[in-house]
């Protein structure tokens, strides 16, 4: 499982400026190891990954069962995952169905606090923790049992059903993204 010092590190570490960091220490200093489990309370942890191509301009979206509207890939940390990135990976292969990521960014794109609805049972608020992956669009994807639908969008042409947030932070999110994975190609070439 997850230790509380990982999890601190690596939201301290997220690239983008973000005015949710405040929020993640107010719930490590308060839940202490607990902000990492969800049968500890209505108020936890999540890792999520955003999947794009660069090469196409586009999102691999998830049409979220519960939700009933598309988004990002993740959720709830297990005791396998080690640190956030892993969760977010695990996430991201899990509910995608892809056998292979291109590029997963090292550190986290981005910091969310959500409320959810009465469909997410004791859930009642995610501190999501944001990652980035590169993929291609001739990879094709797997429903999981967890969505209704996995599919490609050009960021030009986005369904109506958007998670509301993502509106707003999806058009961020793909730079942070492709401009971190950008960073690391060129450390390695």
Same mark, same amino acid.
């Given at each position: 499982?997850?230790?509380?010092?990982?999890?601190?590190?690596?939201v301290g570490a997220t690239s983008a400026a973000t005015d949710f960091a405040l929020d993640f220490e107010d719930l490590f200093s308060t839940a202490g190891d607990d902000a990492l489990r969800r049968e500890s309370g209505a108020e936890h942890v999540t890792a999520s990954c955003l999947i794009f191509d660069p090469d196409t301009e586009s999102v691999l979206l998830n049409h979220h069962r519960k939700a009933g509207l598309w988004g990002q890939f993740g959720g709830h940390l297990e005791p396998?995952?080690?640190?956030?990135?892993?969760?977010?990976?695990?996430?991201?292969m899990e509910e995608s169905g892809l056998s292979h990521l291109t590029w997963f960014s090292p550190v986290p794109i981005d910091l969310h606090v959500h409320d959810l609805s009465a469909s997410f049972g004791a859930c009642r608020r995610h501190f999501d923790v944001v990652f980035a992956a590169i993929?291609?669009?001739?990879?094709?994807?797997?429903?999981?049992?967890?969505?209704?639908?996995?599919?490609?969008?050009? &960021?030009?042409? &986005?369904?109506?059903? &958007?998670?509301?947030? &993502?509106?707003?932070?999806l058009p961020q999110l793909y730079r942070a993204g492709v401009g971190s994975w950008r960073v690391s190609d060129r450390r390695r070439g």
């Amino acid at each position: 499982m997850i230790r509380l010092d990982t999890a601190r590190s690596e939201v301290g570490a997220t690239s983008a400026a973000t005015d949710f960091a405040l929020d993640f220490e107010d719930l490590f200093s308060t839940a202490g190891d607990d902000a990492l489990r969800r049968e500890s309370g209505a108020e936890h942890v999540t890792a999520s990954c955003l999947i794009f191509d660069p090469d196409t301009e586009s999102v691999l979206l998830n049409h979220h069962r519960k939700a009933g509207l598309w988004g990002q890939f993740g959720g709830h940390l297990e005791p396998e995952d080690d640190s956030l990135c892993s969760a977010a990976r695990r996430e991201a292969m899990e509910e995608s169905g892809l056998s292979h990521l291109t590029w997963f960014s090292p550190v986290p794109i981005d910091l969310h606090v959500h409320d959810l609805s009465a469909s997410f049972g004791a859930c009642r608020r995610h501190f999501d923790v944001v990652f980035a992956a590169i993929a291609s669009v001739d990879q094709v994807p797997v429903v999981s049992d967890e969505s209704l639908a996995v599919r490609w969008f050009p &960021l030009t042409d &986005l369904p109506a059903s &958007l998670m509301p947030d &993502l509106v707003v932070r999806l058009p961020q999110l793909y730079r942070a993204g492709v401009g971190s994975w950008r960073v690391s190609d060129r450390r390695r070439g």
